[in-house]
């Protein structure tokens, strides 16, 4: 089947831990992107990437990093500099100025 | 700043009724507005519209976009509780390498039996 993936759904962190939450996508999509959503708020972009090796800073991109190493995959980290992680993750696909295609999220929460 | 706004925020309506979710925008440089559903977890792609008054239809679903006017609406008629979800805009830039979009807060649409 082709989609998007991500895991874990769901994902609980101590303070000051460093998480990876994964990406990946087989439907040969050259771009890929990082959206945070919290309640009753729009998506954010965190980071993008539109070729391997190489990515961009979206509006809230303090405190994450990114690696695009495979075209598939496009893994975020959420480092303890990071000061408010709890929210809901999401990742998007899509051929460059075509429409964006989501996974099905990862829902993070700090203990 | 760019922003999106859309209205109303929450609604709630009885099976059967037409309902119109609406979708402002400010943002330089337009290429298109895209509408998504999401129910809990992942938006899936409803419409993309680029030109003005052109309405995209699928099934009881339709949406118009109005360039002059910046904004766009979308229409579902005969609601079922199935259409119950949040509903998200989104406005795409044009200069970009990158589709970049910009997301409004969304719609809490609730439909009851």
């Known amino acids: 089947d082709g989609g998007i993936t991500q895991s874990p759904k769901y994902l609980f962190r101590k303070e000051g831990q460093n998480v990876t939450l994964s990406c990946e996508q087989n439907?040969?999509?050259?771009?890929m992107y990082w959206y945070r959503q919290d309640p009753g708020q729009g998506l954010r972009l965190i980071y993008y990437s539109q070729i391997v090796n190489d990515f961009q800073k979206g509006d809230i991109a303090e405190g994450y990093s990114v690696s695009r190493e495979k075209k598939e995959s496009f893994p975020l980290t959420v480092t303890s500099a990071q000061k408010n992680p709890t929210a809901f993750y999401l990742c998007?696909?899509?051929?460059?100025?075509?429409?964006?295609?989501f996974g099905p999220g990862t829902r993070l929460t700090v203990l | 700043e760019d922003k999106v706004v859309q209205s109303p925020l929450s609604l709630v309506v009885h099976e059967g009724d037409t309902v119109t979710l609406n979708c402002s925008y400010e943002v330089t440089n337009f290429r298109s507005l895209l509408w998504y559903k999401q129910e809990k977890k992942a938006p899936t792609f409803l419409f993309m519209l680029?030109?003005?008054?052109i309405e995209k239809k699928s099934g009881r679903l339709s949406s118009i976009l109005d360039k002059k006017e910046l904004f766009s609406i979308l229409n579902i008629t005969a609601t079922q509780t199935g259409d119950s979800a949040v509903y998200l805009c989104?406005?795409?830039?044009?200069?970009?390498?990158?589709?970049?979009?910009?997301f409004g807060r969304g719609t809490q649409l609730t439909v009851w039996p």
């Open positions: 439907l040969n999509h050259d771009a």
């Open positions: 998007a696909s899509s051929i460059s100025l075509d429409t964006q295609y």
């Open positions: 680029t030109s003005s008054g």
């Open positions: 989104a406005v795409e830039r044009r200069g970009s390498t990158l589709g970049r979009l910009y």
